[in-house]
T-cell receptor
Framework: GDSVTQMEGPVTLSEEAFLTINCTYT??????LFWYVQYPGEGLQLLLK???ADDKGSNKGFEATYRKETTSFHLEKGSVQVSDSAVYFC?????????????WGLGTSLAVNP | DAGVIQSPRHEVTEMGQEVTLRCKPI?????LFWYRQTMMRGLELLIY????????DSGMPEDRFSAKMPNASFSTLKIQPSEPRDSAVYFC????????????FGQGTRLTVV
């Protein structure tokens, strides 16, 4: 069935380090892919998305490229800040009959130290 | 718009009691989702509605859980009777119906059943 696999956390980095959080998926058809972020004590919010192969989503210095050949959507940022400390979720949107269905990864916790 | 509004933010109840969680989606959104988040299982979709109609409730763990959406601006998730293993953060999210649209999350209700 359709699924999303994220790298396990926690990930701990120093400020200004390079970040990669891996996400791979299994799906039939042509899903859309999302990264959501959850800051402490808050709900999830959309960080970026890509709706077709080779699309690159970007926001707040984060980027992810939809790679159909490797079924991946890895999240990257060139220089992390303490304020990026949060939990990051990769999600896959698939067709469920006439309705959408979001399938979520388990989340990857990121802690950035000053 | 104030975003998705959930109440209460925190709920502590005794085992066996009835618990009702409330959600007001963003005005104009016609899809509503209830999620449960725990450390062990991550983010789980419990049920979602389109145009106030339940579409997929396969994630509802058992008959003790029920959800209603009497109108476009209000939904409830009820647990009766509650058990300690129901302790989790429950999120409500809403979106426009259709593909590739962003889901907006509330801040969640942290439920503790003692």
């Amino acid at each position: 069935g359709d699924s999303v696999t994220q790298m396990e956390g926690p990930v701990t980095l120093s400020e200004e380090a390079f970040l990669t959080i891996n996400c791979t998926y299994t799906a039939t058809g042509y899903p859309s892919l999302f990264w959501y972020v959850q800051y402490p004590g808050e709900g999830l919010q959309l960080l970026l998305k890509a709706t077709k192969a080779d699309d690159k989503g970007s926001n707040k210095g984060f980027e992810a490229t939809y790679r159909k050949e490797t079924t991946s959507f890895h999240l990257e940022k060139g220089s992390v800040q303490v304020s990026d400390s949060a939990v990051y979720f990769c999600a896959l949107e698939v067709n469920a009959g006439n309705n959408r269905k979001l399938i979520w990864g388990l989340g990857t916790s990121l802690a950035v130290n000053p | 718009d104030a975003g998705v509004i959930q109440s209460p933010r925190h709920e502590v109840t005794e085992m066996g009691q009835e618990v009702t969680l409330r959600c007001k989606p963003i005005s104009g959104h016609n899809s509503l989702f209830w999620y449960r988040q725990t450390m062990m299982r991550g983010l789980e979709l419990l049920i979602y509605f389109n145009n106030n109609v339940p579409i997929d409730d396969s994630g509802m763990p058992e008959d003790r859980f029920s959800a209603k959406m009497p109108n476009a601006s209000f939904s409830t998730l009820k647990i009766q009777p509650s058990e300690p293993r129901d302790s989790a953060v429950y999120f409500c999210a809403s979106s426009l119906k259709g593909w590739r649209t962003e889901a907006f999350f509330g801040q969640g209700t942290r439920l503790t059943v003692v």
